[in-house]
Nanobody
Framework: QVQLVESGGGPVQAGGSLRLSCAASGGTFSSYAMGWFRQAPGKEREFVAA??????????RYADSVKGRFTISRDYAKNTVYLQMDSLKPEDTAVYHC????????????????WGQGTQVTVSS
């Protein structure tokens, strides 16, 4: 039973940066892929980035909308996955959720089993 807690969100101006953290507890040995989704008001939850938690050569995948601006990474010692967000745009405004599944990377939210409560990112222009 994996539990996820996100942090690091907040208000930021366009062009700025934020680093989100997702701390996992309850054991991560059952996790294979970990990722980030976001949901803006009036929008469906959308894929942002994902990484193979252990093994898999640390393979990553990004949504086209964030590629080149966001970087996902992992820290085994801290049981934490990060999302470094640079060159933020107003359209990045959303609640960002951390998630995990005991399978490979998927860009479909319904494929993930565990979710954190989310952290709000608000980008102003």
């Amino acid at each position: 039973q994996v539990q996820l807690v996100e942090s690091g969100g907040g208000p930021v101006q366009a062009g700025g940066s934020l680093r989100l953290s997702c701390a996992a507890s309850g054991g991560t040995f059952s996790s294979y892929a970990m990722g980030w989704f976001r949901q803006a008001p009036g929008k469906e939850r959308e894929f942002v980035a994902a990484i193979i938690w252990r093994g898999g050569g640390g393979v990553t995948r990004y949504a086209d909308s964030v590629k080149g601006r966001f970087t996902i990474s992992r820290d085994y010692a801290k049981n934490t996955v990060y999302l470094q967000m640079d060159s933020l745009k107003p359209e990045d405004t959303a609640v960002y959720h951390c998630t995990t599944r005991p399978y490979g990377i998927s860009t479909y939210s319904g494929d993930y089993a565990y979710w954190g409560q989310g952290t709000q990112v608000t980008v102003s222009s």
